[in-house]
């Protein structure tokens, strides 16, 4: 593959929180990297506290790496880029004192996108998701799946090269988080984003990735990356195949053993908030 | 429960409470009608009434109130937009507000009242000592609510507003104003009635004017029935107004 295809290229990048000899100085990530091709999903899966998140957030310009670069379109990220990456949080960002359309047209009108188009992107956006009669509701009157729903409608209408998603479900049930889980597959194969997507769940790994890197426990950094070759959009019929279960196997196989490391750590430091 | 019994409910506790108030001025009327309880200590209602009207009708509250009112409206103004400043700025430090919030909460908590000699002294008996008063103590709620406020806005829609691209004046505007203002006009209300509390209470202790002023002056006179007619007057004024400030925050905190 040439360099050209490269969406996002993350180059020796560590980070540490915190001085060294500071109590609580620690190495979340360490000497990392990773190319990330346009158009691909690619999966962050690991133990609590490996810094798969601490990633997602330098990718995205939230968060300056200690050590080591990252680049977005072969030029290097010193702080957000809202016209090239969207972002998608776990859960309550949506602001509560706008309706769901307001919520969606706040983030055109920081990004800077044309006035004129705004309400139009914003509709379009929302009648994606699914939320076309839920457009005048507060986020305090949606269910949590329908708040991140819009919360996705939010970063979609922001028509973003790159979209960047921290656990979007973790905070939702397990049938909720499977019904989006089917309907973002269907949604994002007919874009050619790049997305990257921390989980902690095997299953949803497996069903939506193209690649899933699997981190080690703290100080974190890629162990391995797993190919999922299956076209998109994936049929819901596909976790019940034996190449799935296969597939989510051998992820199981290279966590398991992280995650009894990531546990003893925080038996023995107390957890990393 | 039902909507009905729910009405139902709600008419008898109204019903008692009107009772409530009934027994006690049918108890202070036969106390000074028929239990010699003495005028001087207790004037007959009825009287009290009359005097009332008196007041309303001669227009002889008209100095007393506008001295107070501008009073209360000098010291809110004041309080209000140093307590949002000075409030906003600390906010704007995690450092500045470890410092500064414990120390303000531990000056709010001291009855300031006990300075008034000293703002008499500084200020003389006229209506500066009561606004200077009247400020310091409406500000501290102020600026603590203006800390809790502005200080407090939850992380994530901060790192949100920033991913997706908002200005500094966008950030402001957009995000951490509407996260801090239901917070800041509880503080505004609170303030309000401190600063009406205080104000008609320096006045009552050391003043030349003023409906406090007006009220210890007749009891001095021994005009206790006319002066029952001026409490009850300043009563329905504090009440009136703490109503107006209380459905004002209700209305901008729906918007």
Redesign the interface.
């Known amino acids: 593959m040439t360099t050209g295809d490269v969406a996002i290229r993350v180059k020796d990048v560590s980070h540490q929180f915190g001085e060294p000899g500071d109590a609580f100085h620690v190495t979340a990530l360490q000497k990392t990297s990773l190319d990330i091709q346009r158009g691909e999903l690619l999966c962050l899966i690991g133990p609590s506290g490996c810094g798969k998140s601490t990633l997602l957030n330098m990718i995205?310009?939230?968060l300056a790496p200690t050590s080591g670069t990252v680049e977005v379109g072969s030029k290097p990220v010193r702080g957000?880029l809202?016209?090239d990456?969207?972002?998608v949080?776990q859960e309550?960002?949506l602001?509560p004192?706008?309706s769901v359309i307001e919520n969606v047209k706040?983030?055109m009108?920081?990004?800077?996108a044309p006035k004129a188009e705004q309400e139009d992107r914003a509709r379009k956006a929302l009648e994606a998701v699914g939320l076309k009669d839920f457009m005048a509701h507060y986020p305090a009157q949606l269910s949590g799946g329908m708040r991140q729903r819009a919360a996705l409608a939010r970063a979609l209408s922001?028509e973003t090269e790159i979209l960047l998603m921290d656990e979007p479900f973790g905070a939702l049930d397990e049938q909720t988080r499977m019904i989006l889980g089917e309907d973002l597959s269907v949604l994002l194969s007919s874009t050619d984003k790049t997305i990257v997507f921390v989980t902690h769940s095997l299953g949803e790994a497996v069903f939506l990735a193209d690649r899933v890197a699997v981190f080690s426990a703290r100080p974190g950094s890629i162990k391995e990356i797993i190919s999922i070759d299956e076209p998109h959009p994936r049929k819901p019929g596909f976790v019940t195949t034996e190449k799935f279960s296969q597939l989510r196997n051998t992820l199981y196989g290279l966590l398991h053993e992280e995650i009894r490391k990531a546990v003893a750590q925080t038996v023995m430091a107390g957890p990393l908030t | 429960m039902s909507a009905r019994r729910d009405r139902r409910d709600k008419l008898a506790s109204r019903a008692v409470q009107a009772g409530f108030v009934v027994v006690l001025v049918a108890l202070w009327y036969f106390g000074t009608t028929r239990w010699g309880v003495s005028h001087l200590l207790l004037p007959n209602p009825v009287k009290v009434w009359e005097e009332l009207k008196d007041v309303l009708a001669s227009g002889d509250y008209i100095p007393d109130l506008t001295i107070t009112l501008s009073e209360v409206a000098t010291a809110f103004v004041l309080s209000c937009t140093s307590g949002v400043i000075v409030g906003y700025v600390i906010s704007r430090s995690q450092y500045a507000i470890r410092v500064f919030e414990p120390l303000l909460a531990g000056i709010y908590s001291v009855p300031i009242i006990l300075f008034l000699p000293l703002y008499i002294l500084f200020f003389g008996l006229g209506p500066a000592s009561k606004i200077a008063i009247g400020t310091t103590i409406s500000f501290f709620p102020i600026v603590l609510n203006t800390i809790a406020g502005f200080g407090y806005v939850e992380k994530i829609f901060i790192t949100a507003a920033r991913s997706m691209g908002a200005s500094n004046y966008q950030m402001f505007r957009y995000v951490l104003l509407p996260a801090a203002l239901p917070v800041i006009l509880t503080g505004l209300r609170i303030g309000f009635t401190v600063a009406l509390l205080s104000i008609l209470g320096s006045e009552t202790i050391a003043s030349l004017a003023g409906l406090g002023h007006k009220i210890v002056h007749l009891a001095e006179a021994m005009e206790t029935a006319r002066m029952f007619a001026y409490i009850a007057f300043a009563v329905v004024i504090a009440a009136v107004l703490n109503m107006i400030v209380t459905s004002l925050e209700a209305r901008a905190k729906r918007q």
Do not use: E, K, S
């Open positions: 995205g310009g939230l957000p809202p016209r990456i969207a972002f949080f309550n960002a602001f004192w706008c706040l983030g009108m920081f990004q800077g922001l």
